[in-house]
């Protein structure tokens, strides 16, 4: 059925447009949330403004969006052997090149040390984003935009 999705076994109808545009800014907003905390609480992990907060979300949220699955899919059978633990590097490997990419603007500032704080960063940004969205679900509040 064009418009529903079977969510098991029973339908929900898809979120519109608007609903998809909330969602999406509330996971951006997690997003930057997890990124400020991880400022405070990672030593190696600069981050000023809240405009590059917003920016290094954005960043971050794209890359986790396009890049990551193409990563995963790549990676599944060391993923399998490694138990999940080759997800933690690719998370990591992504959260540095947020880093690099952030670096070629003159507007965000957002800097990592080294290797050991970025991959505490990811574990922080991962644990950060699930915990606020079991709080905060961006799909049941998409569905409020109907």
Do not use: C, H, Q
């Not at 951006?28 to 990672?42: D, H, M, N, P, Y």
């Not at 995963?72 to 490694?82: E, F, H, M, N």
């Not at 690099?100 to 940004?125: H, L, Q, R, Y």
Request: charge should be positive; aromatic fraction near 12%; proline fraction near 4%.
């Amino acid at each position: 059925m064009p418009g529903y999705s079977i969510i098991v076994g029973r339908f929900e109808r898809e979120p519109s447009t608007a609903g998809r545009i909330a969602a999406f800014i509330i996971r951006w907003l997690v997003t930057a949330a997890a990124v400020w905390v991880v400022a405070a609480l990672v030593p190696g992990i600069r981050l000023e403004g809240l405009g590059s907060t917003l920016a290094v979300a954005l960043i971050l949220g794209l890359l986790n969006a396009y890049l990551k699955p193409l990563l995963v899919i790549s990676a599944l059978p060391g993923i399998v052997l490694s138990l999940g633990f080759l997800l933690i590097l690719i998370n990591t490997a992504l959260l540095a090149l947020t880093a690099w990419i952030a670096g070629k603007f003159d507007g965000i500032t957002f800097a990592i040390d080294g290797f050991w704080s970025a991959f505490f960063g990811a574990i922080i940004i991962s644990l950060t984003s699930f915990l606020l969205t079991r709080f905060i679900n961006p799909g049941r509040i998409a569905r409020r935009f109907d």
